[in-house]
């Protein structure tokens, strides 16, 4: 009998956000794969696990995947985790998730944090329909193509995206959304949280702030004349 795969969500920011059953899985897991071994220690030191870690991301993935499978062939429970949210969300998971079903090795997701969900419900946009995009392209240019066919989409939209690329992005989505709201969620459930609110526009008038730290959830509303899509 193999071993179960735990896809397991912890914080985004404030440790405190951590469910009971995530804890005792980790407590009782064989391994932890972490995306960030280092990150994920402090957070095992927070709520006293003492579970082996070991590193599992997006560069070793085909090296480590092999490893992993090998122990829950042998009836060991693996717990995987990324740096903070919910794991394969824009984070490493993946390929190791889609070798598991492929062996015949249970996988189950243990819910928790997201910052998708966290900044929709705070943000004031309708939370009723929505997509998310993950994280924009690098290059100006691809990301202007995006962005403009997302222009007809009725649902709001949800992207991640970098500090240093969000004034950039701003500009791209004033001039092809225009006066479409635009919300912007920052240290999403830390001390510092914050959301700006308004058009493209109105936030880079206002001024950003000088120094942001981490991934930027950035929402903008969809097209309000347009109708959602049916359920097939």
Do not use: W
């Not at 794991?87 to 997701?109: F, K, M, N």
């Not at 691809?142 to 950039?168: C, G, M, N």
Request: hydrophobic content about 40%; charged content about 25%.
């Amino acid at each position: 009998m193999n071993g179960t795969l735990f896809i397991v969500s912890t914080p985004i920011g404030n440790l405190e956000d951590m469910t009971f059953r995530a804890i005792r899985i980790l407590q009782e897991a064989s391994v932890i794969a972490a995306e960030d071994t280092r990150r994920t220690q402090k957070l095992c030191t927070y709520y006293n696990i003492h579970t082996p870690l070991t590193s599992y991301h997006d560069f070793n993935k085909e090296e480590k995947s092999p490893i992993l499978l090998k122990r829950l062939r042998e009836e060991n429970n693996v717990a995987l985790v990324s740096d903070a949210g919910t794991p394969l969300i824009s984070d490493p998971g993946y390929y190791l998730t889609r070798e598991a079903i492929t062996h015949q090795i249970p996988v189950v997701a243990i819910p928790g944090a997201s910052a998708i969900l966290v900044a929709l419900t705070a943000s004031g946009l309708p939370p009723d329909a929505f997509i998310f995009q993950g994280f924009l392209p690098k290059k100006s240019g691809a990301r202007t193509k995006l962005l403009t066919q997302l222009v007809e989409e009725p649902r709001t939209i949800i992207l991640f995206e970098t500090p240093y690329r969000l004034r950039s992005t701003l500009e791209i989505i004033q001039a092809v959304f225009f006066d479409r709201k635009v919300v912007i969620a920052r240290e999403l459930t830390k001390l510092n949280e914050e959301l700006l609110r308004g058009t493209a526009e109105d936030i880079l008038k206002t001024g950003l702030p000088q120094r942001i730290k981490g991934e930027v959830t950035l929402l903008i509303e969809g097209n309000r004349q347009k109708k959602h899509p049916r359920p097939a």
